[in-house]
């Protein structure tokens, strides 16, 4: 027979290891937060836009809610911190080129895409494509 102080040892450690398990999950993304706030300042802006033409401002709030819907939804199974860290910054990028330069939309690359071509190498074709701006990468991969 199990003295009674054991089996309540041996309750307390199982439930002590399944709410560090919920906690894990829970709080499985330190970056949560910052993701969630960037989201937050997105639909901040499209809600306060101004486009430089007022007959285009609810055409130009209306892309930016659906772009930002469509990327974090694109994102939302991305697990690894430097993916989401590259991601986080990608947005808060695009954000301040939105407000500076008062268009929503993403600037264009000088670079096009054929400009290095397969008789220079390999590495210039890497070259080319880390010299990609940080705020145009979301628009790559789709």
């Known amino acids: ?3 009674k ?21 829970k709080m499985a993304n330190p970056l949560r937060t910052k993701v969630l706030s ?3 300042s997105v639909v901040r802006l499209s809600k306060t836009w101004e486009a430089k033409e007022s007959w285009k401002t609810d055409a130009e709030r209306q892309y930016i809610i659906t772009e930002a ?12 911190m430097q993916e989401i860290e590259q991601c986080l910054h990608e947005g808060e990028a695009r954000i301040e080129m939105a407000i500076h330069y008062r268009t929503p939309y993403p600037r264009p690359v000088n670079m096009p895409p054929q400009t290095i071509t397969a008789s220079w ?5 890497k070259r080319q494509q880390n010299s990609r701006p940080i705020y ?3 628009i790559d991969n789709t």
Not at 10 to 23: A, D, G, H, P
Not at 69 to 80: C, S
Not at 121 to 125: A, F, I, M, S
Request: aromatic letters at 4%; zero cysteines; proline letters at 2%.
């Open 38 to 40: 960037l989201y937050r």
């Open 136 to 138: 145009i990468k979301s």
């Open 69 to 80: 819907q469509e990327l974090f939804r694109a994102n939302k199974k991305i697990t690894e």
């Open 1 to 3: 027979k199990i003295p």
């Open 5 to 25: 102080k054991h089996i309540v040892n041996n309750e307390l450690l199982e439930l002590s290891r399944t709410v560090s398990t919920r906690q894990k999950k």
């Open 121 to 125: 190498g390999k590495r210039n074709k």
